[in-house]
């Protein structure tokens, strides 16, 4: 158990919606990671938050956003859902605000829009 | 478990055999390289990382060797074990914007 946490495990929904996944990170880690693995396209960096500050942005559509809360968890909101988008979400968190920082994973979410 | 990467090239190796994975990079101003492993239904796992003026660093059972000329990265793996049995893939850190690029992955196999 890394001791990330992430919920839902599983989301089932249509397309054109919009859904909000949930991380908790490890006690006294300050950033969290999002990133989505797909069949295709493999593990994927969507964006970093750091303290609840956006610290680093990679692939992540203008459909999608997130955010960090003062008590360090962050939500990862998705809208107009396309089929395209079923992936597995993961979170990751780690103390400091590097990458080179080690990084521990959640469990993911596996979003499946239909 | 779900299973990630279905398409993924396989390594097959003997329970107690040394394994080799291989990894070519895309971006020689890469500095900072990460090996991570993922069981069936879980999030990847961190296993031994090393920066580009290293060569060889060694951990547990495992040893990660770069080489800058080929931009190529191996995983060794000593005396292979059931719980081995994972996908295994690299990460490099493109030190021109910090952020993390992941290969594709290749699954670990253990025969008994």
């Known amino acids: 158990d890394s001791g990330v946490t992430q919920t839902p495990k599983h989301l089932i929904t249509a397309t054109g919606q919009r859904v909000t996944l949930r991380c908790s990170p490890r006690s006294g880690d300050l950033s969290v990671y999002w990133y989505q693995q797909s069949l295709d396209q493999g593990l994927q960096f969507l964006i970093q938050?750091?303290?609840?500050?956006?610290?680093a942005k990679g692939n992540i559509l203008e459909r999608f956003s997130a955010q960090q809360f003062p008590d360090l968890h962050s939500e990862l909101n998705l809208s107009s859902l396309e089929l395209g988008d079923s992936a597995l979400y993961f979170c990751a968190s780690s103390e400091g605000g590097y990458f080179t920082d080690t990084q521990y994973f959640g469990p993911g979410t596996r979003l499946t829009v239909l | 478990g779900e299973s990630v990467g279905l398409h993924l090239p396989t390594l097959s190796v003997q329970e107690g055999d040394n394994s080799i994975i291989n990894c070519a990079y895309s971006?020689?101003?890469?500095?900072?390289f990460i090996w991570y492993k993922q069981e069936s239904g879980k999030g990847p796992q961190f296993i031994i990382d090393?920066?580009?003026?290293?060569d060889k660093r060694q951990g547990q059972r495992v040893t990660v060797l770069l080489n800058k000329t080929v931009k190529h990265l191996s995983l060794q793996i000593a005396a292979t074990q059931p719980g081995d049995s994972a996908v295994y893939f690299c990460?490099?850190?493109?030190?021109?914007?910090?952020?993390?690029?992941f290969g594709k992955g290749t699954r670990l196999h253990i025969l008994p």
């Open positions: 938050y750091y303290n609840g500050e956006e610290r």
């Open positions: 990460a490099e850190r493109q030190n021109r914007d910090d952020k993390i690029i």
């Open positions: 090393i920066r580009s003026n290293m």
């Open positions: 971006n020689s101003a890469s500095d900072y």
